[in-house]
């Protein structure tokens, strides 16, 4: 079936660091999306990526979608402790919205 | 714009036993989705429903059901509880298809 699998789990880094998730998909998705959740919080939308090779950015936030559309990453730049949070890719592969979420990425960050 | 709405936000259920969930989703949203939460499978898609059909279903046992009433709000119910259905159960709300989705707070099932 359809997986999508992301990496790191964890993530621990002093603020000012950088850091970065990335997903791949085990088929061609349709578009992609990217979710974070707080502690104790429910999932918030980053952002949704549809295009082969696409590359969107939001303020600190880089996100990018793989020309084979089966992969992704989220590069956060400068880390401050507001970006602690567990980042979620979440795949789209039909019509609808069935999302595939991988396994998140949790970001811990040492002020 | 009231956010998605999700009750009850905590319930203890026995084992054996039944609940039902509820989503009021966003004005003008007519597609609903359901997801379970838990540390160890993360999560999991279970059912969207779009204009009081179910357009989407996960790989889960039929024990899981849901439903969408005209107005858009969704109830999920979950028959013969198990241990192992203790989760957070999230509803998210979308106004077209392939668009973000908007998640509520969640309902938190704890079964004893």
């Known amino acids: 079936g359809q997986q999508v699998m992301q990496i790191p789990q964890y993530q621990h880094v002093q603020e000012g660091e950088d850091f970065t998730t990335y997903c791949n998909s085990s088929?061609?998705?349709?578009?992609i999306q990217w979710y974070k959740q707080r502690p104790g919080g429910h999932p918030v939308f980053l952002i949704q990526l549809v295009k082969s090779g696409e590359v969107k950015k939001q303020k600190r936030l880089t996100f990018q979608f793989g020309e084979a559309k089966k992969n992704s990453s989220l590069h956060i730049t400068a880390t401050q402790t507001t970006d602690v949070g567990t980042y979620f890719c979440?795949?789209?592969?039909?019509?609808?919205?069935?999302?595939?979420f991988g396994g998140g990425t949790r970001l811990m960050v040492k002020p | 714009k009231a956010g998605v709405t999700q009750t009850p936000r905590y319930l203890i259920k026995t084992r054996g036993q039944q609940v039902t969930l509820s989503c009021s989703p966003i004005s003008g949203h007519r597609s609903v989705s359901w997801y379970q939460q838990t540390p160890g499978q993360g999560l999991q898609f279970l059912f969207e429903y779009f204009s009081e059909t179910q357009r989407n279903k996960g790989n889960f046992p039929g024990r899981f059901s849901g439903r969408q009433f005209s107005n858009s709000r969704s109830e999920m119910n979950v028959s013969t509880l198990e241990l192992g259905d203790s989760a957070l159960y999230l509803c998210?709300?979308?106004?077209?298809?392939?668009?973000?989705?908007?998640f509520g707070q969640g309902t938190r099932l704890t079964v004893v």
């Open positions: 088929t061609t998705l349709s578009n």
């Open positions: 979440a795949g789209l592969y039909n019509a609808g919205n069935m999302l595939t």
């Open positions: 998210a709300s979308s106004f077209g298809a392939n668009t973000e989705a908007f």
